[in-house]
C-alpha cells in the first residue's frame, strides 16, 4: 500500500516556541491531506483538511493562526504550531488520501509525530 | 454532527477466544465505516473498510460488519491472538472525506 511519512517522530521543546511537522507521501500524490490529534486515551480529532494550492479547512474550534498548515506540493504538508503551549503536547497524526479510478478513495496515516511542550 | 462511540472501552481476553468489538454512529449517512488497529504510540493501520453499500468484508481472523440503518458495526476476531493487543478505532467517513473516530477499545488478549 501507499506510504505516507511523518517527521519528526518525536520533539520537545520550549514553551513559546513554534514546531514544524511535514507529512510526505512517499510514492504517490495526494491532493488532499489531512491534519488530526489524538490525546491520551483519547481518540483522533481532525483539525484540518489541507489542499494543494490553497487555504487548509480548520474544524470548529482548531485556532487557524496558531496550527499553520501549508501544502505546497502534492507531496508535502506541514503543520506548523505556533507559540507551543503545554497544553499543545499531543500526538499530531496525518494521513493522505488517494483517488483510485471509479471514484473511490482511501486515506493512508502517517505514523504519526509525538510534542512535548516543556 | 456525527458521533461514533465504541463498547468496551477495554477488554482483556485469554488468548484463543473470539470476541466482537462493537461501534455505533449518529448519522447513517455515511460513505463507509472503516476499522483500524493502533499500537501504543503508532499511528494507524487500516484492518477493513466496508462501503455504505456493504454489509460486511472479511480478512483472515476479522469479519466487521455494517447495519448502516441501525447505525452499527461490529468487528469480530477469532481464535484472538497476544498479538492482536492494540487499539481497535472505527471511523465513519461522511461528506468531503472526513473522518469521525470513536474512541476505541484497548483489547489485551493474554497468553
Known amino acids: 500500500g501507499a506510504v505516507v511519512s511523518q517527521h519528526p517522530s518525536r520533539v520537545i521543546c520550549k514553551s513559546g516556541t513554534s514546531v514544524k511537522i511535514e507529512c510526505r507521501s512517499l510514492?504517490?500524490?495526494?491532493?488532499?491531506m489531512f491534519w488530526y490529534r489524538q490525546f491520551p486515551k483519547q481518540s483522533l480529532m481532525l483539525m484540518a483538511t489541507?489542499?494543494?494550492?490553497?487555504?487548509?479547512?480548520?474544524e470548529q474550534g482548531v485556532e487557524k493562526d496558531k496550527f499553520l498548515i501549508n501544502h505546497a506540493s502534492l507531496t508535502l504538508s506541514t503543520l506548523t504550531v505556533t507559540s507551543a503551549h503545554p497544553e499543545d503536547s499531543s500526538f499530531y497524526i496525518c494521513s493522505a488520501r488517494v483517488l483510485h479510478l471509479a471514484g473511490a478513495e482511501t486515506q493512508y496515516f502517517g505514523p504519526g509525530t509525538r510534542l512535548l511542550v516543556l | 454532527k456525527q458521533e461514533v462511540t465504541q463498547i468496551p472501552a477495554a477488554l482483556s481476553v485469554p488468548e484463543g477466544e473470539n470476541l466482537v468489538l462493537n461501534c455505533s454512529f449518529t448519522?447513517?449517512?455515511?460513505?463507509?465505516l472503516q476499522w483500524f488497529r493502533q499500537d501504543p504510540g503508532k499511528g494507524l493501520t487500516s484492518l477493513l473498510l466496508i462501503q455504505s453499500s456493504q454489509r460486511e468484508q472479511t480478512s483472515g481472523r476479522l469479519n466487521a460488519s455494517l447495519d448502516k440503518s441501525s447505525g452499527r458495526s461490529t468487528l469480530y476476531i477469532a481464535a484472538s491472538q497476544p498479538g492482536d493487543s492494540a487499539t481497535y478505532l472505527c471511523a465513519v467517513e461522511t461528506s468531503g472525506s472526513r473522518l469521525t473516530f470513536g474512541e476505541g477499545t484497548q483489547l489485551t488478549v493474554n497468553p
Open positions: 489541507s489542499n494543494e494550492g490553497s487555504k487548509a479547512t480548520y
Open positions: 510514492d504517490f500524490q495526494a491532493t488532499t
Open positions: 448519522d447513517s449517512a455515511i460513505y463507509n
